[in-house]
């Protein structure tokens, strides 16, 4: 039962890891493509919504990070 538990924790974490980067990696894709499309214009300025979109995507993804490894954490401790 232990070793699950701790194997359940390591899964989530290289799972997250997984998802954060191929986000990362997708988004700048799109990116790229689209200045390609565009005929790579300049960056333009980001706006405030996109940049409160950010922030609150980050938050979301700290927080998701942080509370499933604790979760799993706190179940293994209360089976012990």
């Known amino acids: 039962m232990e070793t699950l538990i701790l194997a359940a924790i390591g899964v989530s974490i290289a799972v997250?890891?997984?998802v954060i980067i191929g986000r990362?990696?997708?988004?700048?894709r799109e990116e790229r493509e689209k200045w390609e499309r565009d005929g790579r214009?300049?960056?333009?300025e980001r706006t405030p919504e996109e940049k409160e979109r950010d922030r609150r995507s980050a938050i979301t993804w700290g927080?998701?990070?942080v509370a499933v490894p604790v979760?799993?954490?706190l179940a293994y401790w209360v089976s012990r």
Not at 41 to 44: C, F, G, K, Q, T
């Open 71 to 73: 979760v799993l954490v």
């Open 63 to 65: 927080c998701l990070v």
């Open 24 to 28: 990362m990696l997708v988004r700048r």
């Open 41 to 44: 214009p300049e960056p333009r």
């Open 16 to 18: 997250s890891l997984i």
